[in-house]
């Protein structure tokens, strides 16, 4: 009778030491997975800031609204459009797209970019949300070495305008590494062996 007692108790103390072991592993999954959305949601609300500080520096442009002397001084008109963000480590590249028709009622497009030797990216599908009309996406620039969000919304065309066809604001701004990076690395890195 001792025996299956003690049986008993081993077997209550073992169900209870794997119930405690399995909860405390859930709550180390918990944590972890509020820590990868807490990098996320920061990554996203840095890629908004970023893109309406964008809007704010170059809306007029990609209405095509600027003044006739700043368009045709390309100087000043990066200076205009990029100074915010040139000291700024945080941004990737800014690229203002805008779109017109030319004397010959012909679609032009002209775009002026921070960085015009970074526009190689790919944009992953893992994270996909639209904020106040900003598309927000992560994705990988630089041969996958560099993680951003990209951030991007076209500007519709004013109503009153046959000449100005509206455009896009895009930015990509560096981004903490959470494991959707690290997931979107990984085929990279196998098929690198």
């Known amino acids: 009778m001792r025996y299956?007692?003690?049986?008993?108790?081993?077997?209550?103390?073992?169900?209870?030491?794997?119930?405690?072991?399995?909860?405390?592993?859930?709550?180390?999954t918990k944590g972890e997975i509020e820590k990868q959305e807490a990098i996320k949601e920061a990554n996203l609300q840095r890629g908004q800031d970023v893109w309406r500080n964008a809007e704010k520096a170059g809306l007029l442009y990609?209405?095509?609204?600027?003044?006739?002397?700043?368009?045709?001084?390309?100087?000043?008109?990066?200076?205009?459009?990029?100074?915010?963000?040139?000291?700024?480590?945080?941004?990737y590249n800014v690229i203002f797209e805008r779109r017109y028709r030319d004397r010959q009622r012909r679609d032009q497009t002209d775009a002026k970019y921070?960085?015009?030797?970074?526009?190689?990216?790919?944009?992953?599908?893992?994270?996909n949300e639209e904020r106040s009309g900003v598309r927000l996406q992560y994705a990988l620039a630089d041969r996958k070495n560099v993680n951003c969000v990209f951030a991007t919304k076209i500007i519709p065309a004013p109503g009153d305008d046959n000449v100005n066809l509206g455009g896009m604001i895009t930015v990509l701004v560096r981004?903490?590494?959470?494991?959707r990076f690290l997931l979107a690395k990984k085929p990279a890195a196998i098929a690198g062996r």
């Open 4 to 28: 299956a007692i003690a049986v008993v108790v081993l077997l209550a103390l073992a169900v209870g030491v794997t119930g405690l072991v399995r909860h405390a592993q859930w709550l180390k």
């Open 62 to 91: 990609v209405l095509g609204r600027e003044t006739p002397a700043l368009l045709e001084d390309d100087a000043k008109l990066r200076a205009r459009l990029f100074e915010p963000f040139v000291k700024d480590e945080r941004v």
């Open 114 to 127: 921070l960085y015009a030797d970074r526009t190689r990216i790919d944009v992953l599908n893992l994270v």
């Open 175 to 179: 981004a903490e590494e959470d494991n």
